[in-house]
């Protein structure tokens, strides 16, 4: 029962990653938005689900993981109803950031619970598993089930969705879940939990308006000044803190930086590219909203297929073969899809994304078994949430730059459907260059050529597994 509540928690949340998607072109036709509100709408989410990731796991471990999942379940599902219920952008960007700030606090819980009620280490890693097998069916079921309840209901049915699974959570998860909690848990860092989502924030906030204001309107360069000193004093922070959320001395290790570097550009890209896949089916194909959320699943597909097998080849190649191999899949397919256009056929356009699919699975789980590689056993469920964390504010920036792209193009002249393209070479150039930058420095780390998989402790509070596969799921 346990397995079940937990696996259909992170199915909910990975299933709002990728269904919003599908319901874009609705949302901007029914709310009368542009093309920021769409920013907003889907950067809300994953701003407050990537600064508030760390602090979700010291919450649970603190104050107890049935505690924390529940009022995880309980957030998430209200602000699903309020987003289903939003008149107006502005509310359904308030309902968003609500459902991140659930999320942050149920995907970490989830998996702290089943570490708690699997000490064997093999059994735990099965556990584990059929979690992130959840997690994956999640990501690839987005698309079809946003097309489809968009299709017949209109974008507010992607969000009611999650009332009937939330209801059953958090039914059956208040009678049959145990509660446990770590009592040596560190401290909550408040400041730089604070301080890192304002920062972000404010830099997220100057990206999105600059391509609608200008970049040069005084808004926008505040937002930006606003972030260098928030972000400035971040890190003053942290320096300072005994616990601090993020620890700067991880990065004096080049391994940690690199892989969280590459981290930051699977999550720009992919998360940036994926924003507009359903925009480029629907408004420059002229596709249904139904049919072009089936025609973006071989991105989800090929990522559901290769995963699994992504940690193998990094254990028998090596970290910096098979993460360049799959930047360089990535990049080129990225590329490619720079080239599409209105008359493209489908026959050409589906490989290219099944491309872009693999590339990127097969980058998530090594990039986070390098990290773990590069620090103690005992920071590696630290590193491996440091990890998630910079995939998610990649995916923040990603959405944020490549709209501005578009923006800035479509304010120059060109169409909307030139500005697409503009976007997929620019995310398909930002990760031909991460290839080369991982292809160089990771093969100058000596601990990835010193052992072919992340080093694992044998105490059953310190298995990194369970870490490894929260941030490949994430």
């Avoid at 990728?18 to 920021?36: E, F, K, N, S």
């Avoid at 017949?152 to 699974?165: K, Q």
């Avoid at 209105?342 to 693999?358: F, M, S």
Wanted: proline share 4%.
């Amino acid at each position: 029962m346990l397995l079940t509540v937990t696996c259909l928690g992170q199915f909910m949340v990975l299933l709002d990653n990728t269904i919003v998607g599908a319901a874009l072109p609705d949302m901007q036709h029914r709310l009368d938005t542009q093309l920021t509100g769409l920013q907003w709408i889907v950067d809300a989410y994953v701003l407050l689900v990537a600064m508030l990731l760390l602090s979700g796991g010291i919450f649970a471990d603190r104050f107890g993981r049935k505690r924390v999942y529940l009022t995880g379940v309980a957030v998430f599902t209200v602000a699903s109803v309020l987003c289903s219920l939003a008149p107006s952008v502005g509310w359904l960007v308030a309902g968003r950031a609500l459902q991140g700030i659930g999320a942050a606090a149920l995907s970490p819980a989830s998996l702290a619970l089943l570490a708690a009620a699997y000490p064997v280490p093999q059994e735990r890693v099965k556990a584990i598993g059929l979690w992130a097998g959840f997690s994956g069916i999640g990501l690839a079921a987005g698309p079809v089930a946003g097309g489809v309840l968009t299709g017949a209901y209109g974008w507010p049915a992607i969000f009611l969705v999650n009332l009937p699974m939330g209801m059953l959570l958090l039914l059956v998860g208040l009678r049959h879940l145990g509660e446990s909690r770590n009592p040596s848990a560190p401290a909550i860092d408040i400041p730089g939990t604070v301080l890192s989502v304002l920062g972000v924030g404010a830099l997220t906030y100057g990206l999105i308006e600059g391509g609608a204001r200008g970049w040069t309107s005084p808004v926008v360069l505040g937002g930006f000044a606003a972030a260098a000193i928030l972000l400035a004093a971040f890190v003053a922070v942290e320096a300072r803190r005994s616990a601090p959320m993020l620890p700067l001395r991880l990065f004096r290790q080049r391994l940690f930086t690199v892989s969280n570097t590459a981290m930051v550009v699977v999550g720009f890209a992919l998360m940036g590219s994926s924003f507009f896949f359903s925009q480029f089916f629907v408004y420059v194909q002229g596709s249904s909203i139904l049919r072009a959320g089936l025609q973006t699943l071989p991105v989800s597909l090929a990522m559901v297929i290769v995963s699994p097998f992504a940690g193998r080849f990094a254990a028998r190649y090596g970290f910096r073969v098979v993460v360049t191999t799959g930047l360089v899949l990535a990049g080129g397919g990225l590329l490619a899809l720079g080239t599409v256009h209105a008359d493209t056929g489908y026959g050409n356009v589906w490989w290219r994304l099944g491309i872009v699919g693999a590339g990127f699975a097969l980058t998530l789980s090594p990039l986070t078994g390098a990290a773990i590689q590069s620090v103690s056993p005992q920071e590696g469920g630290l590193a491996s949430g440091i990890s998630s964390t910079t995939r998610q504010i990649g995916a923040v920036l990603g959405v944020a730059v490549l709209g501005a792209v578009v923006r800035t193009r479509q304010s120059g002249g060109a169409s909307f459907e030139t500005g697409l393209n503009s976007a997929f070479l620019a995310a398909g150039a930002v990760t031909s260059a991460a290839a080369v930058f991982t292809g160089l420095w990771l093969a100058r780390s000596r601990s990835v050529e010193d052992s072919s998989a992340p080093r694992r402790s044998t105490g059953p509070d310190a298995v990194t597994t369970p870490n490894e596969a929260f941030a490949n799921s994430r």
